[in-house]
């Protein structure tokens, strides 16, 4: 099964949900191809969201960001859209099933380091529930 994450910037939210699915798929010994992709690709991943994953032991660190063309999109069995302009601009996969969950986009948090850190953990552990629950019930 493929799963590809979407999101507008694929520097976030989206390459968090593909840590996030990596490690739940090994947990899980779940046999799946893991994507995440922007519709308009930033030019890297958001230092905190590696800083924010790494705090649980997930090493985001080597992911890049990609586009739709960069992924196997017309492949994927599974399209999850992480925030509303991809949930519009995103083009339909014939055969896949398509989610979305609309998420704060953590990029666009002001304030503090400290104040934006805390809303990367926010969207942070909104991802880990949702997609360990995601992984955990595939094929259940």
């Known amino acids: 099964m493929k799963i590809g994450f979407v999101c507008t910037g694929n520097s976030a939210r989206s390459q968090m949900a593909e840590g996030f699915a990596k490690h ?32 649980i032991g ?19 069995d599974l399209v999850i859209t992480l925030c509303d302009d991809a949930a519009e601009n995103c083009p339909f996969v014939p055969g896949a ?11 666009k948090a002001e304030g503090s380091e400290e104040e934006k850190l805390a809303f990367f953990r926010k969207v942070r552990n909104e991802l880990r529930e949702r997609i360990e629950k995601l992984i955990r019930d595939l094929g259940a």
């Not at 690709?41 to 924010?52: F, M, T």
């Not at 099933?97 to 990029?107: I, R, T, V």
């Open 24 to 55: 739940f798929a090994k947990l899980y010994n779940k046999a799946l191809e893991i994507y995440s992709a922007g519709s308009n690709p930033a030019s890297s991943v958001n230092p905190l969201a590696i800083k924010v994953m790494a705090e």
């Open 58 to 76: 997930i090493d985001i660190s080597s992911q890049h960001t990609k586009s739709l063309q960069d992924i196997p999109y017309g492949e994927l």
């Open 97 to 107: 099933k398509m989610e979305h969950w609309s998420l704060p986009d953590p990029a």
